[in-house]
């Protein structure tokens, strides 16, 4: 027997044309759930809601922008009537150490992961504020807790995001809107594909990586259960979360970890004279 669902949902997903977004999408419409696929690609996100069915329907988005926001929602109300769960999804990075990246690939990754995010938070707090209801989950990620070499200002943007989730979860206390954020460890998406061409991004082969479709379980989970915080793995998230706090021990920790992802991340490369 499946999940119990406690009634059908609205659920916009961002980031949703492939990896996590799109297991999103697939897992909540085989439970129930009408979902608006949305992405910057736009034949991609098409083509991904086309294959999912009825239930189903697609936008444009570059979370960026206010008025693609603002034209989300509206194309939500069009298909389905509203959006109960907004599922902030869509993320990017630029693989490298800081001194490295160029001032607009840091840009880049501000205004997509927190700026981009935060504008969708706030376009919802005002639309679902409006209806009376309303449930926003951020997709975060486990580097909300602990710096890592390589990510620099990736990890400065999910720490941001955090504290933006949970300062604007307080601050709506009173109010009618649920808030859960997830944090998600290495997935295999296109992301960590992106990860195993850079040297500098070995920490992120120190532990095993999960399928977007397990992730996706505890985001649509969260559809009913309105958790306030989810870390994966349960047990070893935990432990991650409280060694953030000890900028000493993760200075002699995490680079045991690097060390242990650059040798698993060889073993992963293709090797000379095969075809993997």
């Known amino acids: 027997m499946g999940p119990v669902i406690e009634q059908e949902k609205v659920v916009l997903v961002t980031g949703a044309a492939n990896g996590i977004g799109a297991a999103v999408a697939e897992l909540a419409i085989t439970r129930?759930?009408?979902v608006v696929l949305s992405d910057v690609d736009e034949v991609a996100v098409l083509d991904r809601a086309r294959s999912l069915g009825p239930r189903a329907a697609a936008c444009v988005l570059d979370i960026r922008s206010s008025e693609g926001w603002a034209r989300a929602f509206e194309a939500a109300e069009a298909a389905f009537g509203g959006v109960d769960v907004l599922v902030n999804n869509a993320g990017i990075t630029h693989t490298g150490v800081a001194r490295d990246l160029r001032p607009q690939q840091h840009r880049d990754i501000v205004e997509v992961n927190l700026l981009g995010t935060i504008t969708g938070v706030c376009t919802a707090l005002e639309r679902m504020t409006a209806q009376g209801h309303g449930h926003i989950i951020?997709?975060?990620?486990?580097?909300?807790?602990?710096p890592l070499p390589g990510y620099a200002t990736y990890c400065a943007t999910k720490y941001g995001l955090r504290a933006f989730h949970h300062s604007v979860a307080i601050e709506e206390r009173n109010g009618p809107l649920d808030f859960t954020i997830i944090h998600p460890p290495s997935t295999r998406t296109g992301m960590l594909d992106q990860e195993m061409a850079d040297p500098s991004c070995a920490i992120s082969f120190a532990e095993r990586s999960y399928a977007p479709q397990e992730i996706a379980r505890a985001v649509v989970d969260a559809i009913v259960t309105k958790p306030v915080e989810v870390v994966f793995p349960p047990l070893a998230g935990r432990v991650q979360r409280v060694a953030g706090v000890f900028p000493?021990?993760?200075?002699?920790?995490i680079p045991i970890a690097e060390a242990r992802g650059r040798r698993q991340r060889e073993r992963l490369l293709p090797q000379p004279g095969t075809d993997r």
Do not use: D, E, K, Y
């Open 32 to 34: 129930s759930h009408r």
């Open 138 to 146: 951020n997709v975060c990620s486990m580097t909300s807790f602990l």
């Open 248 to 253: 000493r021990l993760m200075r002699r920790v």
